[in-house]
């Protein structure tokens, strides 16, 4: 199948913003070989229009040239779309075999989801029960999807590095996908593929680099995060400013430290409480911080077992910042009526890394941030923040479905040039503690009331 660079563009974008209720998960084995169609129509779009300012043609002109750049990228599309991902031709190697294994993996799961889909559409014209039994095989083809995603990484990652000259093909592809997915915020399981890339030398190119960048800043190995940043100097140009977190690795390499005695501790009581949401892009499950953050937890376990977070909208989700939900208007003005003491300042405060959960606060007219006015929305953190610690309580982490998060749609319904636009946002369907303490979970209320 020929996919256009103008398909391709389209199939990055929508795998991570489609409505629940559409064509979703096809878009995981698409995306292998539509990634390379939209880097190279990146660049060729890039040198068309630098050829068309230069010009001043006519309507013909103009029309001849959008059909040759057309073709072109068809071209372009066709002879890497027949090379994305492939094994040299006869590699009977056991390596080999394993990355043809999770490849086949990987492609069948997308089938399972595309036939789960397909049943999906059909669930509307059947009772309820039916139509909870789809979208909760819907839910387990999803998980399954991103855990063969997964395991294609290792394999393909694996693969590369065992003989970079012989799988270059696999290496080009991986750099490629890695691209596209940082622009995303997909660095889970990317980590090890990552460093094939890098270490192989064979894709010394700032994009390449920087992203390796980011996804180990994600994953918290901030030595290797700092070796790709300063291998990507060398290439440094006036167009690409630094990444926004340059003068943080440090301190968050401390801070990382700190929150690994955290974890450790918390595995040996294991009687953290946790909270599942069901949300229209998968299943998310949170550890909360109860011993770090009481008050907060409290007032969060409060409202989900009335609830509260049902049909609630990710109005907020920003690109490699934050995806923030509970607003009971939707717009990033509503609360649950009551706020809460903003526990950031205490000694024993939670700090943000990726899958961190923490309570968004108000500020005043100065834009100073107001500690005292938490209520029910919250944020899942994409990345390590060093800038936003001691300043928001942080109270949890995502335990499971960390994947899930990166393919909630990108918008800010908080500004209204784009709620004009009409933009859906995902959301949570459901909401339910799944294990607590014999703890009385009552919010300590500054002020306001609780709902009733």
Not at 111 to 130: C, E, G, K, T
Not at 152 to 172: M, N, R
Not at 185 to 197: F, H, N, Q
Request: hydrophobic share 35%; net charge neutral.
């Amino acid at each position: 199948m020929l996919i256009s660079p103008f398909g391709a563009a389209f199939i990055v974008k929508e795998y991570a913003n489609m409505p629940s209720k559409t064509n979703r998960m096809r878009f995981f084995f698409l995306i292998l070989s539509a990634v390379a169609s939209l880097f190279a129509w990146r660049a060729e779009q890039t040198s068309s229009q630098e050829v068309t300012q230069r010009k001043k043609q006519t309507p013909e002109e103009r029309a001849a040239e959008k059909q040759r750049v057309f073709e072109m990228q068809n071209e372009i599309a066709m002879k890497r779309q027949k090379k994305f991902g492939l094994l040299p031709a006869n590699d009977d190697s056991e390596i080999g075999k394993k990355y043809q294994a999770a490849f086949e993996g990987f492609r069948k799961a997308a089938v399972d989801l595309n036939q789960v889909q397909m049943d999906f559409h059909l669930a509307s014209q059947f009772p309820q029960s039916f139509k909870d039994q789809i979208n909760q095989d819907w839910q387990q083809a999803m998980h399954h999807g991103f855990s063969a995603k997964a395991s294609w990484l290792k394999a393909a990652g694996e693969t590369f590095a065992s003989d970079p000259d012989k799988y270059i093909t696999i290496g080009e592809s991986l750099s490629e996908m890695m691209l596209s997915d940082v622009e995303l915020d997909r660095m889970d399981g990317w980590l090890e593929a990552a460093k094939s890339i890098v270490n192989s030398k064979k894709f010394e190119r700032e994009n390449v680099l920087r992203a390796a960048t980011l996804i180990a800043y994600a994953n918290s190995d901030f030595d290797f995060s700092e070796q790709c940043l300063a291998r990507s100097e060398a290439f440094h140009s006036e167009k690409e400013s630094k990444p926004w977190f340059t003068g943080e690795i440090s301190s968050v390499r401390a801070k990382w430290e700190r929150e690994l005695a955290f974890r450790k501790q918390e595995a040996e009581t294991n009687d953290n409480p946790r909270v599942e949401f069901v949300t229209t892009k998968g299943r998310l499950v949170m550890e909360l911080f109860e011993d770090t953050a009481p008050e907060t937890v409290k007032s969060f376990i409060y409202l989900v077992e009335r609830g509260f977070y049902n049909r609630k909208s990710f109005f907020r989700v920003e690109k490699h910042l934050c995806a923030q939900t509970g607003c009971e208007k939707g717009d990033g003005t509503g609360d649950a009526g009551y706020t809460i003491p903003g526990e950031a300042k205490l000694t024993n405060h939670r700090d943000h890394f990726r899958g961190s959960i923490a309570m968004a606060l108000g500020s005043d007219e100065a834009g100073r941030i107001q500690s005292e006015t938490g209520s029910s929305q919250i944020y899942f953190a994409f990345l390590p923040m060093s800038h936003l610690d001691g300043n928001y309580t942080v109270f949890g982490r995502v335990i499971d479905g960390i994947e899930t998060m990166n393919c909630f749609r990108v918008l800010n319904l908080a500004d209204a040039a784009q709620r004009k636009e009409g933009k859906r946002p995902d959301s949570i369907i459901t909401c339910k503690v799944l294990r607590k303490r014999d703890t009385v979970y009552k919010p300590k209320i500054l002020a306001g009331k609780l709902p009733k």
